[in-house]
């Protein structure tokens, strides 16, 4: 648990910030995230605790860490003072992202069937809709025509070589 933590113990980060980065810091300095838990004591095994962590040099503060739970998660951190409870959480991670590999066919499909729903639902949407695939489809001719083009200067330029 976190509330048995104290200055210098190691603690297992799984930063979520820029892909999925792991590290053992050391814990500079614990302290209670709001005032009134400060004045319970450490006895409140509810307290929101802030960390601020050594990780490879760098202070690095991470908050609303529960005093009575061995993991913490956030959009930013996944926190736990246990290497394999950290293992469970990145094994937990690893299946949630196969799972939606495995599925993206299914999502995709999702998207175009909802896109058809909204198009009977709001009209608005089915207009605007039908207006950006006919603009896409009008880029995708342009660029088609660039392609003829090129291909049409590169067989003249050779063509004047010739003579």
Known sequence: MF???????????LSLTDGIKYNVGTIENISFSNTNAFQL???????????K??????????????????????NNFIVTDNKDAMISQVEGLLQVSKDIVDNIGKYKDN???????????????AKESNRDEAIADLYNKVGGLDDKLDDILTALKQTNKNR
């Open 3 to 13: 509330a048995n933590l104290n200055q210098g113990s190691l603690i297992h980060v």
């Open 41 to 51: 004591g450490i006895q409140n095994m509810n307290a929101l605790l802030t960390l």
């Open 53 to 74: 962590v050594n990780l490879n040099g760098k202070s690095t503060t991470i908050e609303g860490i529960p005093s009575n739970s061995n993991v913490s998660k956030n």
């Open 111 to 125: 998207i175009k069937q909802c896109n058809e729903v909204l198009k009977q639902l709001n009209p608005q949407f």
